[in-house]
């Protein structure tokens, strides 16, 4: 389940900073907003291999 957390947690600090960006226009923010955006494809992309890896086990 330490996945699915992690991934929460990144899409809420994301959110915050996506409504800074683009509703306040603090630019700071557009810059860590893209920073998480890495970080999740990140995080999915192995959440998807651990799935098919998982899968091919079976």
Same mark, same amino acid.
């Given at each position: !389940? +330490?996945?699915i957390e992690e991934i929460k947690s990144l !899409? +809420?600090?994301?959110?915050?900073?996506?409504?800074k960006f683009?509703?306040?226009?603090?630019?700071?923010?557009?810059?860590?907003?893209?920073k998480l955006l890495q970080d999740l494809k990140k995080v999915c992309q192995d959440t998807r291999n651990d799935i098919q890896q998982r899968k091919n086990e079976e």
């Open positions: !389940m +330490s996945k !899409m +809420s600090v994301l959110e915050e900073d996506l409504v683009y509703d306040k226009g603090n630019k700071a923010a557009g810059t860590r907003a893209r």
